[in-house]
């Protein structure tokens, strides 16, 4: 069974402009690594946020509430890279380095 294009059920055709070399190996490689980035986020922000529970829905609301919530998540993110800097600079500051 296919949708008319050829294309099985669960898998999706993407088209894409790149400057990569044509080696459909590491075009694909790149393409997995970004999509595996881009899924991390969604769901980390659906489980911090309960993005998928949110009832946002009039006018601008949901895109106002999805940039405040990747920006909380992007602070958040900068703190505990911070913290553990922080950290690793103390530890070393004690060693003598």
Not at 36 to 54: A, P, Q
Not at 60 to 69: C, K, T, Y
Request: glycine fraction near 6%; proline fraction near 2%.
């Amino acid at each position: 069974m296919n949708d008319g294009c050829g294309i099985k059920p669960g898998l999706k055709l993407v088209f894409t402009l790149s400057s990569l070399s044509s080696n459909a190996e590491t075009i694909a490689g790149a393409l997995r690594s970004h999509w595996g980035i881009e899924n991390s986020l969604y769901w980390t922000l659906d489980v911090t946020f309960c993005e998928d529970e949110s009832r946002i829905r009039k006018q601008n609301s949901p895109e106002n509430f999805a940039l405040l919530r990747r920006e909380c998540y992007k602070l958040t993110e900068i703190r505990k890279n911070f913290k553990t800097k922080s950290k690793n600079e103390t530890v070393s500051s004690r060693n003598g380095q």
